[in-house]
């Protein structure tokens, strides 16, 4: 009795590595391109009437994962990278909202590319509601 085993070949050494990393190039570039679609869509800091942007021109505009961060291990799936899970916030809110002093809720099943609402916290950590959007930059009482 003869046992076949060359289709069992031990794969090459670092292939595995190789293959990770070409796995990873082509996850950071598909969260790259949605990242370009959201710039693209909001075009400017999506806080209403930001503060922050009034005050200080010329930000640097960061996307933000608004409705789940990404996450220490990343996002493997790009579920959490999809352009309406995400908006272009400033540097400063940005951080705000991933400290939780910010949250930001999607009103229609488009989301973050569709009307949202905006609440804030205060000095008590009560949370009240600053704006909400009829449609994305057009709110409700302007």
């Not at 082509?26 to 679609?37: F, G, H, N, P, S």
């Not at 996450?71 to 809110?93: H, I, N, P, Q, Y």
């Amino acid at each position: 009795m003869t046992t076949d085993f060359g289709s069992l070949k031990k794969p090459t050494r670092g292939s595995f590595l190789i293959e990770r990393k070409g796995r990873s190039k082509d996850r950071v570039a598909a969260e790259d391109a949605q990242k370009a679609l959201v710039r693209k869509r909001d075009g400017r800091c999506r806080y209403p009437h930001c503060p922050v942007c009034r005050a200080h021109k010329k930000l640097r505009l960061e996307v933000a994962h608004v409705l789940q961060a990404k996450g220490m291990s990343g996002d493997r799936t790009l579920e959490r990278s999809a352009a309406d899970r995400m908006m272009l916030l400033d540097v400063f809110t940005h951080g705000r909202q991933e400290q939780h002093l910010i949250e930001i809720v999607p009103l229609t099943d488009r989301g973050t590319a569709g009307a949202c609402e905006f609440w804030n916290t205060d000095e008590q950590g009560q949370k009240y509601l600053v704006a909400r959007e009829l449609a994305p930059f057009v709110y409700e009482r302007d």
